[in-house]
């Protein structure tokens, strides 16, 4: 089995090329306070933001494209799915994942929806299957790895020339997110197309949502809150033969350094909305906390609530929580000087007067395609078949970050800035990555108030 290395950092003056912002404190405890950014400046030029937003049913015919999926799971057979159902002449071609079963059940999905299978010499396992499929001559990767194995493994990609579809999120911590984003440069550089899984900006009710708020219909931003409060998410317990390094990768929605917690992994969707329609705005500030009620398994929280502060007296409100039997929402809503956007498609004035609606019966009249995990890979393939280089990669690393400000401000019990969390250091991926045992207590769950 080969070694995983710990990822090669890029160098200062490459990440300065990424917007620096100033130097902070590794957040790994709870710190002092550091002199606030300014906000309410766009990270990203307009050109960043120019996603289709026609959304055709199907992309457009072209040359054949081929995909190799990396990391096999549910979410990877499920983006093999979409990318084949998104046009013609596109084909899987190679599969990898650190474990052959999921490779075997990957290919059982696509033999029994798409009577397609991937060879055997095309199917890769191992910690290095990622450059294996990278090589094996595809188009573009489907990375729906564990996240923290995403910067490196795009970074492979576009330094091998590939195109990519990276799941969000896009990294677990500061080392990754930002070494993303200057990989993501690179990739529009070299005439590549990257789109990421944050489906919502391949929605329709979304996207027209996002164009009455850019026309200026619930007047200048003024406050937002986003929410995931839902169900206890799935696990694994550990099984007789695994190592401890099996255990978390197969258990990795549970463990911090896999995933970054669930405010990383899965929130991230919320707080890109707030992103995405601020066209890249970001906090000044983070002040949260959290807990662990009912977690079964790994390292993490099951409960945050975060204030976002920007500049101007903008507050974003974030929370985010995964026990049973409580509450569900799973929602957005911008605050405006003129009114209020709904994610479920609806503009209100100040005095709750309905003054715009999204026409759901109209799309569908007009549409057949309205899965946005389709969509995506619609996009993606158009793109491609253009010729417009296109990132989403950058945009969707900010909104990562700002996931982990609130992430450690809940598990520090400190205000985070983000002139800390962009000049930390802090990377958790573990050193000289095999299946292997490992000391089980370097893994605590964090107790906010003490270092």
Known sequence: MSKLNRRDFLSSAALAGAGTLGGGALLSSCGGGAAKAPALIPLLSEDKWNIPTSLPDKAKDGVPLKAGVIGCGGRGSGAAENFLNAGPNLSITALG????????????????????????????????????????????????????????????????????????????????????????????????????????????????????????????????????????????????????????????????????????????????????????????????????????????????????????????????????????????????????WYNSGEIKDLKGNTIWKYDGEKAKTENQQHDPYTLEHVNLVNLIRDKQPFSQGEETAISTLVAVMGRQSAYTGQEVTWDEVWGSDQDLMLENLSLKDVDLSKFPIPVPGKA
């Open 97 to 340: 994942d650190v474990f052959a079963d999921r490779i075997a059940s990957c290919n059982k999905n696509l033999k029994e929806k798409f009577n397609a299978e991937v060879p055997a010499d095309k199917c890769f396992v191992g910690f290095d299957a990622y450059q294996k499929v990278i090589d094996s001559g595809v188009d573009i990767v489907i990375v729906a790895t564990p996240p923290n194995f995403r910067p490196q493994i795009f970074k492979a990609a576009v330094e091998a020339g590939k195109h990519s579809f990276l799941e969000k999120p896009v990294a677990v911590d500061a080392a990754g997110a930002k070494s993303l984003i200057a990989t993501s440069k690179q990739a529009v550089a070299q005439g590549l197309v990257c789109i990421t899984g944050t489906q919502r900006h391949h929605q329709r009710v979304y996207i027209e949502g996002y164009k009455q708020v850019q026309n200026g219909l619930i007047g200048d931003i003024t406050s937002a809150n986003v929410y995931w409060n839902g169900g206890q998410l799935w696990y694994r317990n550990k099984e007789k033969g695994w190592s401890d390094i099996e255990w978390m990768i197969r258990d990795w929605p549970n463990w911090t350094w896999l995933s970054g917690d669930h405010i990383v992994e899965q929130h991230v969707h919320n707080l890109d909305v707030f992103t995405w329609f601020s066209n890249g705005l970001k906090p000044v500030s983070a002040v949260g906390f959290g807990s662990r009620q009912r977690r079964v398994t790994g390292d993490q929280y099951d409960n945050f609530s975060i204030d976002y502060t920007y500049e101007n007296g903008i507050h974003v409100h974030s929370m985010c929580r995964q026990i049973n039997g409580c509450k569900d929402n799973v929602s957005e809503q911008i605050h405006g000087t003129k009114g209020i």
